[in-house]
């Protein structure tokens, strides 16, 4: 198992777990669910990528800030599968905001990150009202013994309003990101597969000396707009006609791995 | 029914225990206990040594004979009640994968004290075929305060995880509690199974390690509604040949081992294991 260098750049393909147990769009084959997450990461990890995310993303609509033991066991399942089969380094991520529950998963099958919605201040995004989590997510991952697990924060997140801290920039975010313990923070676009801006991630670096992600909307063709950043997750731009929902195009996945590999070494 | 009078003398059936799980008749299940999870007080903070112990334990079982195994996060002392927090639940599902994954045994899960919701939810993630619930209905006193079953939760969530094959095994009278009013047995039993959806019932006595009261297992086996009987506690190589008489399986854990925090002794297991199966054959 490679452990995650924040500090090189990296390019975190995305595997979007398919519907879970007991959530709406559940079709009852969880052992194919769990085939479909392993042969994904596997191509991911052969394509050339640097590292994945796991994501529970079609347990839409998604819960806000807490799911029930199904998703936190079913997604052990998958992470400890995964574990076995590559050896990039893996994040967690559960929606909507399930950062303790995240935290969990990544402990059990010892992946090296989580990806965390509202780790600080507040927004409206679809699922409803989310605060600030670092609190007490920073102490639970103290309680596990668990520091090695590196959380990258997004700040002002896609599929939301920031309208109540409108008086808060996004350097400001990040800054308080970092001084809440953050390894990292994340900059989006305003929805899945939409480009983050390239002015806010130069205003980010400037202030904060932490690794900044980009978080949403990265392309073969935009991923130089984004050349200062340390690491770009993917998943929409590699799918079949772009889209979350489809299966893994090949063809996407090499012209991401050769964009990602004129700049970065 | 389980038994039938002729005069003054009570013979019982033999229950067939769900036959597409449990090959042998009068199965044991032998109990894999989890040393303390992360996050628990006596948590020695390596997952790794957590893992390899169950997986130890677990070949020690498989070795000496056992028919099934069954994990429970044994070593988070003091429990919670209800609820058990989500890393409880990830690391349970992590180590009952893997322990599906190396051993063909049927295996069940057990969350102390009394999360059958998450019980249910790692062995549909783990592919686990049975939980053990202590307080699947009624109140009692336990040494984790007043607990409630909630097998009107635990049933509804089985069906909305599209798990129903998964039996539940729930505690009649379980160790460590009192009943908060006492109540006929045979009462309690119909409500167990015909009201919270029973798949079998557990007689225990009233500690780990200690054995049942031989007559509460005869009440319990004549009142069990055709359900099969598990004995829960302090079954052990001088007692076996006699408690099978009555009961139609068993869950074997410090029997197997020296003292309860040291690994199974594959001796143990077969001494008590060949005790059953002579007696079966």
Redesign the interface.
């Known amino acids: 198992m490679t452990p995650l260098n924040l500090l090189s750049r990296q390019l975190i393909g995305m595997v979007h777990v398919r519907a879970l147990?007991?959530t709406p769009r559940?079709k009852?084959y969880?052992?194919k669910v769990i085939e479909t997450a392993v042969h994904e990461a596997v191509t991911l990890e052969k394509a050339g990528f640097t590292a994945i995310l796991l994501e529970n993303m079609h347990d839409v609509p998604y819960l806000k800030t807490k799911v029930?033991?199904?998703i936190?066991?079913?997604?052990?399942?998958i992470a400890?599968?995964v574990r076995e089969k590559i050896s990039l380094p893996m994040g967690i991520q559960i929606l909507a905001g399930a950062n303790?529950?995240a935290?969990?998963?990544a402990?059990?099958?010892?992946a090296q990150f989580i990806r965390v919605e509202g780790f600080v201040f507040s927004h409206i995004a679809d699922e409803g009202f989310i605060d600030s989590c670092a609190g007490k997510l920073m102490r639970?991952r103290k309680?596990?013994?668990?520091e090695k697990i590196k959380i990258l924060a997004d700040i002002k997140k896609k599929h939301s309003s920031h309208a109540v801290t409108a008086d808060i920039s996004i350097s400001e975010t990040a800054q308080a990101a970092e001084f809440f313990g953050a390894d990292g923070v994340i900059l989006t676009g305003h929805a899945t597969g939409s480009a983050a801006s390239a002015g806010e991630l130069t205003e980010v670096l400037s202030r904060v000396n932490l690794p900044v992600w980009i978080g949403s909307g990265i392309t073969a063709n935009n991923i130089s707009n984004y050349i200062k950043a340390q690491g770009w997750i993917v998943g929409s731009s590699l799918k079949k006609d772009n889209h979350w929902d489809n299966p893994l195009n090949p063809e996407s996945l090499k012209r991401m791995v050769s964009s990602f590999l004129s700049f970065s070494i | 029914m389980g038994f039938f009078l002729t005069g003054d003398k009570v013979f019982y059936f033999s229950i067939q225990l769900h036959p597409q799980m449990f090959k042998q008749p009068k199965p044991i299940i032998g109990m894999l206990h989890c040393p303390a999870l992360?996050?628990s007080p006596n948590?020695a903070?390596s997952?790794e040594n957590i893992y390899q112990f169950v997986l130890n334990d677990a070949s020690a079982l498989a070795a000496g004979g056992v028919d099934a195994l069954m994990i429970e996060n044994y070593g988070d002392l003091p429990f919670f009640p209800d609820?058990v927090?989500?890393?409880t639940?990830?690391?349970?599902?992590?180590i009952?994968?893997?322990i599906k994954k190396s051993f063909s045994l049927p295996l069940g899960i057990n969350v102390l004290r009394n999360?059958g919701?998450?019980a249910?939810?790692?062995a549909?993630?783990?592919?686990a075929q049975f939980v053990r619930i202590n307080i699947l209905t009624g109140a009692r006193l336990t040494d984790q305060g007043i607990i409630n079953g909630k097998a009107h939760e635990v049933l509804r969530?089985r069906n909305?995880?599209?798990?129903r094959t998964i039996k539940i095994f729930a505690d009649i009278s379980v160790k460590y509690s009192s009943p908060l009013a006492p109540r006929h047995l045979k009462n309690e039993i119909e409500e167990t199974v015909h009201r919270s959806g029973a798949d079998g019932l557990i007689v225990s006595g009233e500690a780990t390690g200690k054995p049942v009261d031989l007559k509460t297992l005869q009440e319990v086996k004549t009142f069990c509604e055709g359900k099969p009987i598990w004995i829960g506690s302090g079954a052990n190589s001088q007692n076996i040949l006699e408690l099978s008489q009555y009961a139609d399986g068993f869950i074997i854990g410090s029997a197997f081992k020296p003292s309860l925090d040291a690994p199974i002794e594959v001796n143990r297991v077969k001494e008590i294991c060949s005790k059953l199966n002579r007696s079966a054959q």
Do not use: H, W
């Not at chain 1, 936190?72 to 399942?77: F, P």
């Not at chain 1, 402990?107 to 010892?110: D, Y």
């Not at chain 2, 639940?89 to 992590?94: D, F, G, K, R, T």
């Open positions: 147990p007991g559940d009852g969880f052992e029930g033991p199904e936190t066991a079913s997604m052990a399942v400890q599968e303790e529950e935290l969990s998963v402990v059990a099958s010892q639970l309680e596990l013994g668990a | 992360p996050g948590y903070n997952l609820s927090p989500s890393p639940v990830a690391c349970l599902a992590s009952a994968r893997k999360d919701i998450s249910l939810a790692i549909n993630a783990a592919r969530f909305r995880i599209g798990a």
